[in-house]
Structure formats: C-alpha cells, structure tokens
C-alpha cells in the first residue's frame, strides 16, 4: 500500500515539474513580445510627460518593435502615431552606421504605407523628411504617388516637403519623375500653401515646369501670385511667358505683386517710360487707354508699336484714336494697317476713318 502511495505522489509530483517547465518555457519564450506589448501599449498611451521614457523603452526592443510601431501609425490618434514616428526616428539614429537596415526600414514603411491612416502618413512623411540622407531612393519613389492623391492637405504638403528634401540629394536621378509629377499636380492644388510651393519647387532646375507655373499669375491666391511672377519673372525664364502677358499683373489686387511685376519687367529690360505706358495700355477702362496716345506725343517712345496695339483694342473709341493719330503722324508707316481696319474693322466708324486716312494717304503719294 505504501509502496502504491509513493508511485502515485512521485508521479505527480514528476507532473507538477514538467508542468512548471512548461510554463516556464512558453513564459521565456514569450517574453520579448510580451514584452513589446507592453512597451508599445504604454508608448500609444504615454502622455507628454512619460513619452521619453516609454520611447526609451520601445527603441531597445530594437527590430522586434516595428511591427508594433506600423501597427500605431494605423491608427488615426494622432498622440499615437506621433510617439511612433518619434520611436521609429530613435532607430533610424540608431542604426545609421548600418545602411542596409536604415533603407531596410523605409522600404518596409514604404510598403505599409497605403494603408495607414492620415495621421500615420503624415508622421511617415515627416520621418522621411527628417532623415533624408538615409531614405532609400525607392521607398520615396514608392511613397510620393499615394501622398499626392490623399485628401488630407497635409499629408499632401509633407509630400512636396519631401521632394524638397530628395532635390537637395546628388543622387536623386530615379526620383526626378515622381517628384516632378507630383509638383505638376501640385500646382493645382486646393489648398494654396500647397500650389506656393509647388511654384517654387517648379523653379528648380531639376524639375523645370516654368511653362506651368505661368496660369498661375491669375491664381486666386496672392501668395501664390507672388511665387509665380518671382518665377517667371525672372528673365532667365522669359520664354515661359511673353512680356507683354506680364503687362496685366501691373494691375494686380494686391501691391507685392505690382512691385514684383515692374521689377520683372526692368529686369526684361523696360524703361519707366515702358512700363507707365504698359500700365496704361492694359487698363480695364477705355477712357485711360486713350492717354496712351497723349504720352506718344511727349515721351521718347516709338510711336508705331504702341499705335498698332491700339489699333486692335477691344473699343472702337481707341481703335479710332489709334487711326486719328498714326494718320496725324508722318513718323508711322500705317498703311496696311489701315487697309485691314478699312475692311475687317467690326465698327462701320472705325471702318469708314480707317478708310478716310487711307485714301488721304494715297493722295499725298501722287
């Protein structure tokens, strides 16, 4: 009896003991991701006071707390998602002496990418930004495309931050064409801070949309405004607008822009003279245009390219002017002008004057 008593307690005790080391097993097994768990939960939660201490935490965890850091950045609390990028900058510093699993980083944020939340994206951007050095060229290549369709503005201007940053990088051949089309899709940006700076970044020489940039010297925004005529202003870019399309912005709503648009225009070589008489002659009232040909008479200015943009004014008050003083004048070959506005002009008036002044001149000939 007693010899059965001893078989059944060393049994169970022998089952207590691989009971216990089985727990204890699956316990060291499961330690460092309960470990991160618990890391990374106190870390979404962390207020700003304790944030630096869980942060210190997550970061010596090392690799096994990215899957958990992506995992935040899905979420749409934005406390969360910026403890995250935080966290996932610390490794970046930290693992900056080992290239390959910095670049191995931003591929992986780069793939999860679509599928974080606003908040998420915008800390990644923010992220790629901040170590741009590090950021392998793909992951931008990969991240720039769905930045520029997300319909938060941030997110959006973060993107074109990032262009900012890879244009500064001597390597950034491959990136060029996902930079350049997101600043071409910029430039019609809702949100005008975002079109301010795709205007600038349309200036670099890397990107050249200067051509693209010139329907924005009527954008609703001055700011904006005021980007695109520093820039196509600049007589470096004269072929992307003609001066006398610059003419208009003299007349501009909003004064930094007036001041831009002479200085520009001095800049393209324009006396004072030049640019009173272009403010005047692209004034919205007829009444004003016509003191055009009151300067001609005064001013040191060649009267025959002044009278012939007259001549095609939209009132036929000025165009008859343009045809009383070019007939006036003995200076101005007007002749086949006159004959076009004779028979093409739609005002029977201003037909009938272009047709007098014609006939006078023929007669002086013989």
């Known amino acids: 009896m007693r010899g059965l008593f001893a078989l059944r307690w060393k049994k169970t005790i022998g089952f207590v003991l691989f009971l216990l080391l089985l727990v204890s097993g699956v316990g060291w097994w499961q330690h460092s991701p309960m470990m991160a768990w618990y890391a990374l939960h106190g870390l979404a ?10 942060i210190a935490r997550v970061v010596a965890l090392d690799d096994a707390a990215v899957p958990g850091l992506l995992e935040c950045l899905e979420r749409s609390d934005e406390r969360a998602c910026h403890s995250a990028q935080v966290a996932l900058g610390r490794l970046v510093q930290h693992w900056t002496p080992e290239p390959p699993r910095c670049a191995a980083l931003f591929l992986r944020l780069a793939d999860v990418f679509p599928r974080l939340s606003m908040s998420g994206q915008h800390c990644v951007l923010e992220l790629f930004t901040e170590h741009g050095a590090e950021v392998h060229v793909q992951a931008a290549i990969q991240v720039i495309p769905v930045a520029s369709r997300a319909p938060d503005k941030a997110v959006r201007g973060r993107a074109l931050a990032l262009v900012a940053v890879l244009l500064t990088r001597p390597e950034n051949g491959e990136a060029l064409s996902a930079c350049r089309e997101l600043v071409r899709t910029s430039l019609q940006d809702q949100e005008a801070a975002n079109r301010a700076e795709a205007v600038r970044l349309a200036m670099n020489p890397n990107i050249d949309l200067s051509r693209q940039v010139a329907p924005l010297l009527d954008d609703p925004s001055p700011e904006v405004r005021q980007g695109a005529m520093l ?90 002017g343009a045809i009383r003083a070019a007939g006036e004048s003995a200076q101005v070959d007007f002749a086949d002008q006159l004959q076009n506005m004779a028979q093409h002009d739609p005002s029977s008036t201003v ?9 006078r001149q023929r007669m002086k000939q013989r």
């Open 45 to 54: 939660g962390a207020s700003d006071a304790d944030r630096e201490a869980w």
């Open 231 to 320: 820039a196509v202003g600049d007589p470096r870019h004269a072929n992307a607008v003609a001066t006398d399309d610059l003419l208009r912005s003299l007349h501009d709503p909003d004064a930094d822009v007036r001041r831009l648009c002479e200085a520009a225009l001095r800049g393209r070589g324009l006396r004072n003279d030049d640019v009173t008489m272009g403010r005047l002659i692209t004034d919205a009232r007829p009444t004003v245009r016509l003191q055009v040909l009151e300067r001609l008479a005064r001013a040191d200015l060649e009267p025959g390219v002044w009278l012939r943009r007259l001549s095609q004014d939209p009132s036929p008050a000025v165009r008859a």
């Open 351 to 359: 037909r009938q004057l272009a047709q007098f002044y014609l006939d």
